[in-house]
C-alpha cells in the first residue's frame, strides 16, 4: 500500500527553525511531484511549496525565502525546511504525491506545527 508519513512537526518560539520530512513507500518515487500543503483550524488547505522530480520548486509567496523544499530519492523522503517562522504558519502540514503519468494523488496524514512565544 501506498504510505507518505510526515515528521518533525512540533512547537518552536517565533523565529525559530523546524525541518519536516515525509517518508514515502509503495511508489515509484523519483517519478513523482512532491509537494507541501498545509491547514489551519477553520482555514481551507493551502499549498506551501513543490518540487518536481527534475527538482524544480515553487513556493507559496508566504513562505518565499524562508522555505525551502527538497528531496532525497535515494531515501525516497522529501523535506521542507522551515525558517524565521511566524505564528501564521501554524497549521497541520501535509505531504503530498502527485503523478500525472499514471494519474496518481497521495496524502499523509499531516503533522502539526505551532509557533508560538
Known amino acids: 500500500q501506498v504510505q507518505l508519513v510526515e515528521s518533525g512537526g512540533g512547537l518552536v518560539q517565533p523565529g525559530g527553525s523546524l525541518r519536516l520530512s515525509c517518508a514515502a513507500s509503495?511508489?515509484?518515487?523519483?517519478?513523482?511531484?512532491m509537494g507541501w500543503y498545509r491547514q489551519a483550524p477553520g482555514k481551507q488547505r493551502e499549498l506551501v511549496a513543490h518540487?518536481?522530480?527534475?527538482?524544480?520548486?515553487n513556493y507559496a509567496d508566504s513562505v518565499k525565502g524562508r522555505f525551502t523544499i527538497s528531496r532525497d530519492n535515494g531515501k525516497n523522503t522529501v523535506y521542507l525546511q522551515m525558517n524565521s517562522l511566524k505564528p501564521e504558519d501554524t497549521a497541520v502540514y501535509f505531504c503530498?504525491?502527485?503523478?500525472?503519468?499514471?494519474?496518481?494523488?497521495?496524502w499523509g496524514q499531516g503533522t502539526q506545527v505551532t509557533v508560538s512565544s
Open positions: 503530498n504525491a502527485v503523478s500525472v503519468a499514471v494519474s496518481a494523488n497521495y
Open positions: 509503495g511508489i515509484i518515487f523519483s517519478r513523482y511531484r
Open positions: 518540487i518536481t522530480s527534475g527538482t524544480s520548486t
